[in-house]
């Protein structure tokens, strides 16, 4: 199925469609081709219909950002499976074995033990002989140094996973 990038009046990136649903969008004059890049092409027997890949309402919607939720696959994505600690991540190699998702802990900066509780700043991936060599202590007890600081993610954008079209590009700022 095609898909295509709707945008705000504005020109930011709202969210992904099936190319039916920016075809409907357009017949009915709420959006507009932004791009010459075509996505689908609908035919009947009497017309063809294009699709860019890229489409903009012709009014701005207010869409208000969303709050990031606190959860294990949530730290472990936004830290992209990579430890905190030692950088190692999915796909390494370590002793002949190639890293996979469930080789990351969650570790907790201040420790649970110790009050440290479940939130953004908290908690960070980290590999299985880091995350042990830690223990019940901070980073700077164990000696251990962060590689970056755990924040709240940004969620006001939106994610896009497999391949990107070229079109899409300029707009989601890669």
């Known amino acids: 199925m095609s898909r295509v990038l709707l945008l705000n009046a504005s ?3 709202l969210r992904i469609l099936p190319a039916t649903r920016a075809l409907q969008l357009l017949v009915r004059g709420m959006v507009e081709p932004v791009t010459d890049v075509i996505a689908a092409r609908f035919r009947s027997p009497s017309i063809t219909l294009s ?3 890229v489409v903009r309402l012709q009014r701005y919607v207010f869409a208000p950002k969303r709050k990031a939720s606190w959860s294990k696959r949530a730290v472990m994505a936004r830290d992209n499976y ?6 190692i991540e999915v796909g390494d190699t ?3 074995h190639s890293l996979t998702k469930g080789d ?3 570790d907790h900066l201040m420790p649970r033990s110790r009050g440290g509780k479940n939130t953004w700043s908290n908690t960070a991936c980290a590999c299985g002989p880091c ?3 830690k223990g019940s202590r901070t980073p700077h007890e164990a000696g251990m140094r962060l590689r970056w600081e755990p924040k709240r993610p940004r969620v006001g954008y939106l994610v896009v996973s497999g391949d990107i079209p070229e079109s899409w590009k300029i707009y989601l700022e890669m």
């Open 11 to 13: 020109y930011e990136p």
């Open 51 to 53: 699709v860019p890949t």
């Open 82 to 87: 990579t430890c905190i600690y030692c950088g």
């Open 94 to 96: 370590v002793s002949g």
């Open 104 to 106: 990351f802990t969650i």
């Open 131 to 133: 995350n042990r060599r």
